[in-house]
């Protein structure tokens, strides 16, 4: 595929001066890169898997000590094909993402999260139900044995989006990511608040919204520190509400797990995560999935496009956000890969004491406002020009 890695490939062969300027303008500071083991990414580059790691800024505190952890996503393509035995789909797919966890934690990452369904091909366009075989237990089985284990190995919070089998309520399948703890003991689960309708995103035909909220979850990471995390799943980050729903119940860190294509959303990207971190005083890791999946069988949308196999090309681009807008460069658009982000938590707190968004909000003003819009008898709160009144 003939196309740039990320929009840094532009940016970076500016002249010096003005790649510094472009880049303040596009991301804000920038950050500082963290110097990797030269075999390791030699060994990467053999295995084609690219690796970048960067450093936050945050100020250091008097009375309080710093809060540092390093925080990864992991993007990567369908190592597999749809066309192949199921069977055969879980052993590749879990053997490259045992190598990229692996890559994680050799750049010492303590939390990381996968992308949205990761164990399958991005199955929801077709709306064939023959692929609710790959659907898999929250807690236990092949998949949870697989993520705990590497958990407990390296001592790392792993995040990890799949495609839900519960067992315990009528075999429904649910878009859901499953926490593990650093001993690689079950944290919980939470579940894909907004269900897309657009283009070849037919997801409604497998699940539908969740009713579980908008749970965070405190981990305890191994260097000692405590994280606050939230799990924004994919079609949620077009929803602002659901990304301060995360931020009011404490989230110090929101993960965007994704899966989208440039067809449809490649110019809103690099602008909605960021946007929600600054307007929730939060991190947030937009993730998503690369490469061009292609099934057996053609498929329409609805849409009145010719009949296809594929989605179009997903464009990775995985990238952090600080509280206070910062952001990372960007991963690639085609390649797999892991990216490492140091950030302090503490820069939360310094950023809503700096900009003050939590005393500015007015959550009484949009709790009168939402409690109106969503009784039946509803009417928008318009002033009419008398020049339009007969």
Request: proline share 5%.
């Amino acid at each position: 595929m003939n196309q740039h890695r990320n929009v840094l490939d532009v940016v970076d062969s500016l002249p010096d001066e003005q790649r510094k300027v472009l880049y303040r303008e596009l991301y804000g500071p920038e950050v500082e890169s963290i110097e990797l083991d030269t075999e390791l990414i030699s060994r990467l580059e053999e295995k084609e898997i690219e690796l970048k790691a960067y450093k936050m800024q945050c100020k250091l505190e008097e009375l309080r000590d710093p809060r540092v952890v390093r925080i990864a996503a992991i993007q990567n393509k369908f190592a597999s094909s749809p066309s192949a035995p199921f069977a055969e789909q879980w052993q590749i797919m879990s053997q490259r993402m045992a190598e990229l966890i692996d890559t994680a934690a050799a750049a010492g990452a303590h939390i990381v999260c996968l992308q949205e369904c990761w164990t399958t091909a991005f199955v929801m366009a077709t709306r064939e139900k023959i692929w609710n075989a790959m659907a898999v237990p929250a807690a236990y089985g092949p998949a949870a044995d697989f993520i705990s284990a590497k958990a407990k190995e390296h001592r790392m919070v792993i995040l990890s989006p799949i495609l839900e089998r519960d067992e315990a309520h009528a075999d429904t399948i649910h878009n859901a990511t499953a926490i593990f703890n650093a001993a690689g003991q079950f944290v919980g689960k939470t579940r894909k608040n907004h269900i897309p309708r657009v283009g070849d995103f037919n997801e409604a035909n497998y699940y539908t919204e969740a009713t579980d909220g908008h749970p965070v979850f405190e981990v305890l990471c191994s260097n000692g520190v405590v994280a606050r995390i939230g799990v924004n799943i994919c079609f949620g980050r077009h929803h602002p509400l659901n990304w301060l729903s995360y931020s009011l119940n404490g989230a110090e860190v929101i993960f965007n797990p994704s899966a989208t294509t440039d067809g449809l959303s490649e110019p809103l990207w690099s602008i909605e995560a960021r946007n929600a971190a600054i307007a929730n005083s939060v991190y947030t890791v937009a993730i998503n999935r690369v490469g061009t999946e292609t099934f057996p069988r053609e498929f329409t949308s609805g849409d009145m496009k010719p009949a296809h196999k594929d989605f179009g090309h997903f464009y990775g681009s995985s990238y952090v956000t600080a509280p206070n807008g910062q952001r990372t460069p960007g991963l690639s658009r085609a390649e797999d890969g892991v990216l490492v982000t140091e950030v302090d938590l503490n820069l939360q707190r310094q950023t809503r004491d700096a900009w003050m968004f939590n005393v500015t909000m007015r959550g009484e003003l949009y709790r009168d406002m939402l409690q109106k819009y969503c009784e039946a008898e509803f009417v928008p709160q318009r002033v009419v020009d008398p020049a339009l009144k007969r």
